[in-house]
């Protein structure tokens, strides 16, 4: 018998209610190691994670990605491979579905002498292939695979996505799934294949194969050592600045207390700007030299894109058409409206105290970097 309600139907509701229901349930308390999509990820983000900080007030995670990742997975993905391998004979699909794994380094819940737990990474491939020739993989650059068997991972992609090669975020992943599954099992496969499926059409796959490099695997062993033995979190790099996930990370008002914490106060002493330890810091390895380099090349860079999307323009412009396409590509060229701001001095004229209604926002900084020599000042 149906529930009659009072209150007015919210569909988006109604799907936040089953994602959180119906979210996958993991064997093992996921905060006792680092994931291997969390590896090459922000260090800082993740020590946020396991150790307790609470999400921004305003976050709201999205879950469609992960779903959409997850329907591509089992309803393509997983009964293809099955179909390859149960009906075409091609290899034996291991691991996969819901015959899934997870892999640790170690057991979380044992701990070495200074506290530390000894297991501190840990992945879930999305299959092994096994049984193929050791030339299986030659369409794709590989003509020995120096053994029978390959790790598979899926991923969903954006259909705006142009991919050159595999993210590196998920290079890094595939390296810890052969680390891990070498070091923990009797498989020693030394290439990964990742499939990029095209979320709007399906058929639309990019395949790309990454080598296993043991020097790559012990970094993410290292980097997720560092997340469990770093008590102060503004030792670890804000990578989500570098690689542009900031904007989704759910700490972020955490990192910018952690970092407004951590920042020197003034200092006017000119013994201390010119200590040799400090002046020998920012010269190791030529970094601000290499700094200077990096913000002309970016400049350049920054000129010749402008200089293009004229050229481009002016070939829409000439041709009568914004927009145009081919094979591989397309281009677009709107208008878009002026952002509405509010206009201080007509509120200011009809009697309005614009200053009451003024907020401060958040600190930010600023680094600046000055080459008297060359008359060159950047910020």
């Not at 560092?226 to 790099?237: G, I, Q, Y």
């Not at 690689?243 to 759910?250: A, E, H, L, V």
């Not at 402008?306 to 481009?312: C, G, M, V, Y």
């Not at 002026?338 to 001095?345: A, E, I, V, W």
Request: aromatic fraction near 8%; include cysteine.
């Amino acid at each position: 018998m149906l529930t009659t309600t009072k209150e007015p139907l919210d569909f988006k509701a109604i799907f936040q209610s089953w994602v959180d229901g119906t979210n996958k349930k993991w064997g093992h308390d996921r905060n006792k190691t680092l994931g291997g999509s969390e590896a090459f990820g922000c260090l800082r983000k993740a020590w946020y994670k396991r150790n307790g900080f609470e999400p921004d007030p305003e976050y709201e995670e999205s879950w469609g990605a992960l779903r959409r990742g997850d329907i591509i997975e089992n309803h393509i993905v997983v009964p293809a491979m099955e179909w390859g391998a149960k009906e075409l004979k091609l290899f034996e699909f291991l691991m996969g579905g819901e015959n899934q794994i997870t892999l640790f380094d170690g057991d979380p819940d044992d701990f070495d002498d200074n506290g530390r737990p000894e297991g501190v990474l840990s992945v879930t491939p999305d299959g092994l292939i096994r049984g193929v020739a050791r030339n299986a993989l030659a369409k794709y650059g590989v003509v020995d695979l120096g053994t029978d068997c390959f790790m598979l991972e899926v991923k969903s992609i954006d259909p705006r996505v142009d991919l050159s090669e595999e993210k590196a975020i998920h290079h890094g992943q595939t390296q810890i799934q052969m680390g891990l599954m070498r070091q923990t099992t009797a498989f020693k496969p030394n290439y990964a294949v990742i499939l990029y499926i095209n979320a709007s059409f399906l058929d639309d796959i990019e395949v790309f194969v990454v080598k296993f490099d043991e020097k790559k695997f012990k970094i993410a062993q290292d980097r997720a050592e560092l997340v469990f033995k770093t008590t102060d979190p503004s030792k670890l790099h804000r990578e989500g600045v570098i690689d542009g996930t900031c904007q989704y990370c759910p700490y972020q008002q955490s990192c910018l207390d952690t970092t407004v914490k951590a920042m020197p106060g003034k200092t006017t002493d000119k013994k201390r700007q010119t200590d040799p330890a400090l002046v020998g810091d920012l010269l190791k390895d030529e970094l601000l030299f290499r700094r200077r380099a990096a913000t002309k090349a970016a400049k350049k860079a920054k000129e010749e894109l402008d200089r293009l999307n004229e050229e481009i323009k002016e070939v829409l412009r000439r041709h009568g058409s914004n927009k145009a396409q081919g094979n591989s590509w397309s281009v677009s060229y709107t208008m878009a409206q002026g952002r509405q701001t509010l206009d201080k001095s007509s509120l200011e004229a009809a009697g309005i105290d614009v200053s009451e209604h003024m907020k401060l926002g958040n600190p930010y900084e600023i680094l600046k970097v000055t080459f008297k020599d060359l008359d060159d000042e950047d910020a």
